[in-house]
């Protein structure tokens, strides 16, 4: 029903900038919320910045004053600015969103495939 497809990964040095992008698409797509998580080998997914309709958007304490999201409503799509990269940012990021459509006017929560982001000399 809703796809989210990522862009923007790769191979980074420390202290470098990478900025991922996030499309979402559907019939009558409706998003309530797009955000992005984050998985390093061997750990969970765990939340890195979120933002929601009406509401300011909030990161995880380890990425603030370096990440910013953004989302242009018109493109129903989600940023992510990532400066001064550390090597403990390695990761596959994941878009998430929360939406609804005409087939399924209720919300559901989405993921994309991912993409891989690598902090390395």
């Known amino acids: 029903q809703v796809q989210l497809v990522e862009s923007g990964g790769g191979l980074v040095q420390p202290g470098g900038s990478l900025r991922l992008s996030c499309a979402a698409s559907?019939?009558?797509?409706?998003?309530?919320?797009m955000g992005w998580y984050r998985q390093a080998p061997g750990r969970q997914r765990d939340l890195v910045a979120e933002v929601t309709n009406g509401a300011r958007p909030t990161y995880t304490d380890s990425v603030k004053g370096r990440f910013t999201i953004s989302r242009d409503n018109a493109k129903n799509t989600v940023y992510l600015q990532m400066n001064s990269l550390k090597p403990e940012d390695t990761a596959v990021y994941y878009c998430?969103?929360?939406?609804?459509?005409?087939?399924?006017?209720?919300?559901?929560?989405?993921w994309g495939k991912g993409t891989l982001v690598t902090v390395s000399s």
């Open positions: 559907g019939g009558g797509l409706s998003i309530y919320s």
């Open positions: 998430n969103a929360d939406a609804q459509t005409h087939t399924r006017p209720i919300s559901m929560n989405y």
